[in-house]
């Protein structure tokens, strides 16, 4: 059964104001009149697949929503954050990308949340009802972090560069310690005695620019 669209049923009156489309067996069918007082919807195991239906947005009386162990894609629509009479929502074991949207944190009423084994990914809000919910709501989600998981969201920012002078300081640091090993292997080259003598006035000077020119030239 795939849920495929929503649609006003004008002139219906009273509580009965929307119509969703099902392909049940091969066949369309419109379910017309659908109830907006539901209080309770648990359809889950019900093999439904395709994006996660925005109708259930419009069922502001709903308390309970179970839509775990089927194939939903897309996002969490926004118009979940107006259920906010829900006190229980599980989409447990879906396929729903995107991150929790924000307007959920408008559900104060919720008491039980179950978004695990989904592909969700981001931060997860903080705030309100979201602080009392455990690291049990968002098992199996390897790319959402945050609150109580062990990715915060702030650990995934990459570091902030060294300062400048630090990087200066490292690579005159390396040009010295460069420049005395090619002291050490002109002194092999030249003789001991030479070689040394040169590494002295190196060491206690610096590198003085007619020996640095004298030392690539030997070296070449």
């Known amino acids: 059964m795939t849920y495929m669209g929503v649609q006003d049923v004008n002139g219906s009156g009273g509580f009965y104001t929307y119509s969703i489309g099902i392909v049940m067996k091969g066949q369309d069918i419109a379910l017309n009149k659908i109830f907006v007082?539901?209080?309770?919807?648990?359809?889950?195991?019900?093999?439904?697949?395709?994006?996660?239906?925005?109708?259930?947005?419009?069922?502001?009386s709903l308390k309970r929503l179970n839509l775990s162990y089927n194939?939903?894609?897309?996002?969490?629509?926004?118009?979940?954050?107006?259920?906010?009479?829900?006190?229980?929502?599980?989409?447990?074991?879906?396929?729903?990308?995107?991150?929790?949207?924000?307007?959920?944190?408008?559900?104060?009423?919720?008491?039980?949340?179950?978004l695990s084994m989904n592909e969700l990914v981001g931060c997860i809000p903080q705030g309100k009802q979201f602080n009392t919910f455990g690291n049990t709501s968002y098992e199996g989600i390897k790319r959402l972090h945050g609150f109580l998981l062990s990715s915060d969201c702030n650990n995934n920012e990459l570091p902030p560069p060294l300062?400048?002078?630090?990087?200066?300081?490292?690579?005159?640091?390396?040009?010295?310690?460069?420049?005395?090993?090619?002291?050490?292997?002109?002194?092999y080259r030249c003789g001991v005695v030479l070689g040394l003598g040169v590494g002295c006035v190196v060491f206690q000077t610096g590198k003085p620019k007619w020996i640095v020119s004298l030392v690539e030239i030997i070296l070449k």
């Open 71 to 114: 194939s939903l894609n897309g996002c969490i629509p926004t118009l979940i954050g107006s259920l906010t009479n829900l006190e229980w929502l599980d989409l447990f074991s879906n396929k729903l990308v995107g991150r929790i949207p924000r307007e959920l944190l408008n559900l104060t009423a919720l008491s039980m949340l179950n």
């Open 37 to 60: 007082m539901w209080a309770i919807i648990d359809l889950s195991n019900s093999k439904f697949d395709g994006e996660f239906p925005k109708v259930i947005g419009k069922l502001r």
């Open 163 to 187: 300062p400048p002078s630090n990087l200066s300081e490292e690579g005159g640091s390396k040009s010295n310690i460069d420049f005395r090993w090619k002291v050490v292997l002109l002194g």
